[in-house]
């Protein structure tokens, strides 16, 4: 099985749509992200979460939401979807720093998203 | 705003050959980096991870990291086919709480 399981793995829909996407992992990371790709444009993140209660925005934050419901599971909500929020979208977790130096990050397999 | 450049490729070279991928990277407290591989439509996949200047080895890929140039770089030997994908740079920010990926090198290993 997965260590990092996103749902649903392709996903369309209307514009004006709300739309959750959810991430879960048994990797025992406190460490989880959200990020789009689009061509050309590589990974923006989208929003960040340390731990349970901690929620931080990413580079591109307008118009999502997200929720942290546990340690395991980090979901990604488009409270009302637009076309240009049509992208591969990936959870990722890493595990916390060791003396100020970043973890890699491991990623779930995405969800293809096209609104239209 | 802090960035991670690679050239978008794509490179090509031919089977057996080595491949050399580049990065560069604007912010000079960075201290962790990390080389992904991503197929088309997959996710990135890490193969690499380097903290320290020099060059560390694992397998056929080394990860060379020169951190007063703030550049790094990916060796592949005895590319193969199956190594075409996009390979994505990415750097810790100084403090390891973020990372910033760049938009990846397309590599095409010709049979």
């Known amino acids: 099985d997965a260590d990092v399981t996103q749902t649903p793995r392709n996903r369309i829909t209307k514009t004006g749509k709300r739309i959750m996407l959810e991430c879960s992992q048994t990797?025992?990371?406190?460490?989880m992200y959200w990020y789009r790709q689009d061509p050309g444009l590589g990974l923006r993140l989208i929003y960040y979460s340390f731990d349970v209660k901690d929620i931080n925005k990413g580079e591109i934050s307008d118009g999502y939401s997200v929720s942290r419901q546990a340690q395991a599971k980090f979901s990604l909500s488009l409270e009302s979807a637009i076309p240009n929020q049509t992208a591969l979208y990936f959870c990722?977790?890493?595990?916390?720093?060791?003396?100020?130096?970043?973890?890699?990050?491991?990623f779930g397999d995405g969800t293809r998203l096209s609104i239209l | 705003q802090k960035e991670v450049e690679q050239n978008s490729g794509p490179l090509s070279v031919p089977e057996g050959a080595i491949a050399s991928l580049n990065c560069t990277y604007s912010?000079?407290?960075?201290?962790?980096f990390f080389w992904y591989r991503q197929y088309s439509g997959k996710s990135p996949e890490l193969i690499m991870s380097i903290y320290s200047n020099g060059d560390k080895e694992d397998g056929r890929f080394t990860a060379q990291l020169n951190k007063a140039s703030q550049y790094v770089s990916l060796l592949i030997r005895d590319s193969q086919p199956s190594d075409s994908a996009t390979y994505l740079c990415?750097?810790?920010?100084?403090?390891?709480?973020?990372?910033?990926f760049g938009a990846g090198t397309r590599l095409f290993v010709k049979a």
């Open positions: 990415a750097a810790s920010l100084t403090g390891g709480f973020k990372t910033i």
């Open positions: 990722a977790t890493s595990g916390k720093n060791t003396g100020g130096w970043g973890q890699p990050q491991h």
């Open positions: 990797k025992g990371h406190d460490r």
């Open positions: 912010d000079r407290g960075s201290q962790s």
